[in-house]
């Protein structure tokens, strides 16, 4: 709800070339109403894997995605 996130999301994308959203809801869900911008960001979304690790990927779309290490890397994210 922050009114300064489009501003810092501008700013760091145009600085560093990359900026991405890290959703923190109680819902479960990436989806932001009211707040369109968000959606010209990548978004970051934690999956644990079956061995309980925990893992960070990078979406563009819910089938496109890249791990977030690769992505910090300059790795785009790719239709899986």
């Not at 810092?8 to 109680?26: N, Q, W």
Request: proline share 8%; glycine share 10%.
């Amino acid at each position: 709800m922050s009114k300064w996130m489009p501003w810092e999301c501008g700013y760091f994308d145009g600085k560093k070339g990359r900026s991405a959203i890290l959703p923190v809801t109680t819902s479960g869900t990436n989806m932001f109403e009211g707040q369109e911008y968000l959606g010209l960001y990548p978004y970051i979304v934690e999956d644990v894997s079956q061995d309980g690790k925990k893992h960070l990927w990078v979406h563009r779309a819910p089938k496109i995605y890249v791990e977030f290490s690769a992505w910090l890397t300059g790795k785009e994210p790719t239709p899986h």
